[in-house]
């Protein structure tokens, strides 16, 4: 809902540019990433995910970006749409295990 | 495939009372968590299920009891609740644990007084 995204970072763009939302992993055990989208007072949604043997994945207007060296991960979408507008967060996890860690997310805001 | 359901969707609680939050899932998972989020927090694991009859603490369990005697539902049990506890819950379920997607219901929103 609304009071989850309070203190979130925006990142605003205008409606047909691309945006680029990034993501700082902590854990340099991970292996498996994923993107989610959530919308006000909804659930988290899955986007896109990628394992660490690939650095780049591409699914229907978005891809996503996997930096092992330096811990980070960026989703970028193209000719971002209003119907975009959401908070996007990453999650971590380590094969076999139970455990995702989740980052607090970037509320993308698109302007019309 | 109604997916991941939840209810109720909002509860409002007093300090001391109990309650349990629904969770169901039909598609044949087996691995079924609860989270928690909070302002300006990652979801936060309460108790995850790696199949029926299994359940197992997870990042923040205290205050919450589950059990798992279906596939299907998972159900979460604030058993004396708290202040503290008013968050938005969400249910997930997922065809194993790891690397696999997570697949999230609605959410409920939960405020104790």
């Known amino acids: 809902g609304e009071s989850v995204g309070l203190h979130l970072p925006t990142l605003s763009v205008q409606e047909g540019d691309n945006s680029i939302i990034n993501c700082a992993y902590s854990?340099?055990?991970?292996?498996?990433f994923i993107w989610y989208k959530q919308e006000s007072g909804k659930g988290p949604q899955f986007i896109i995910d990628?394992?660490?043997?690939?650095d780049k994945r591409q699914g229907q207007r978005v891809t996503v970006l996997l930096n092992k060296t330096v811990k980070h991960l960026s989703l970028q979408i193209a000719a971002t749409q209003p119907g975009d507008s959401a908070v996007y967060f990453c999650?971590?996890?380590?094969?076999?295990?139970?455990?995702?860690?989740f980052g607090t997310g970037t509320r993308l805001k698109v302007l019309a | 495939n109604a997916g991941v359901t939840q209810t109720p969707k909002f509860q409002v609680l007093k300090t001391g009372q109990s309650m349990t939050l629904q969770c169901a899932q039909d598609?044949?998972?087996?691995?079924m968590s609860w989270y928690r989020q909070d302002p300006g927090m990652g979801l936060r694991l309460i108790h995850y299920?790696?199949?029926?009859?299994?359940?197992d603490q997870g990042e923040v369990p205290n205050g919450y009891n589950v059990s798992r005697s279906t596939t299907e539902d998972f159900p979460l049990r604030l058993l004396s609740a708290a202040p503290s506890q008013t968050s938005v819950y969400f249910c997930?379920?997922?065809?194993?644990?790891?690397?696999?997607?997570?697949?999230f219901g609605p959410g409920t929103r939960l405020t104790v007084t």
């Open positions: 997930a379920s997922s065809y194993r644990r790891g690397d696999y997607e997570q697949y």
């Open positions: 854990n340099s055990a991970s292996d498996y």
């Open positions: 990628i394992r660490s043997n690939m």
């Open positions: 999650a971590e996890n380590t094969s076999g295990t139970y455990k995702y860690i």
């Open positions: 598609m044949n998972h087996e691995y």
């Open positions: 299920s790696v199949g029926a009859g299994i359940t």
